[in-house]
């Protein structure tokens, strides 16, 4: 592993209702494409954006955790579960960036949401903390 200085850690966030396939084949592209050390999973908390109810966030938090156990560079993040109120990645960003000093981000997103980036919360100001990809 390398150290703190020039760790590569993507973030991928998402509903996981449920946690399929298409999750983890991103998974595997991100390491091999981005050079990751560790991926964070970011199961949201209360979707501001989805215009159908979730399953509970304990019950995706289980299934994403199920999902990925056999990729150990996998952590399962359940901040945004935890956060009362609707969750936006540029608190959960500015999070991880201070828990994680001298780290290298990389925020996967699709093409859905790179679409709807502007529509984000403070949009602008999560290219200050990390890299697309």
Same mark, same amino acid.
């Given at each position: ?14 509903? $996981? ?13 991100? $390491?091999? =494409? ?5 991926? #964070?999973?970011?199961?949201?908390? =209360? /979707? ?34 935890? #956060? ?29 949401? /790179? ?11 999560? $290219?200050?903390?990390?890299? $697309?990809?």
């Amino acid at each position: 592993m390398t150290t703190a200085a020039l760790r590569r850690v993507g973030v991928l966030g998402g509903a $996981f209702d449920p946690p399929h396939l298409a999750h983890q084949a991103l998974a595997q592209a991100a $390491f091999e =494409q981005l050079k990751l050390d560790e991926l #964070r999973l970011v199961p949201t908390g =209360q /979707a501001w954006h989805k215009p159908r109810a979730l399953t509970s966030a304990l019950h995706r938090l289980a299934m994403v955790q199920l999902a990925f156990a056999d990729m150990p560079q996998v952590t399962v993040d359940p901040r945004e579960t935890r #956060r009362d109120g609707p969750s936006y990645t540029i608190d959960t960003l500015r999070e991880l960036a201070d828990s994680l000093p001298g780290a290298q981000l990389f925020l996967i997103i699709g093409a859905d949401q /790179a679409q709807a980036l502007t529509r984000w919360k403070q949009w602008q100001n999560i $290219f200050k903390l990390l890299q $697309f990809a």
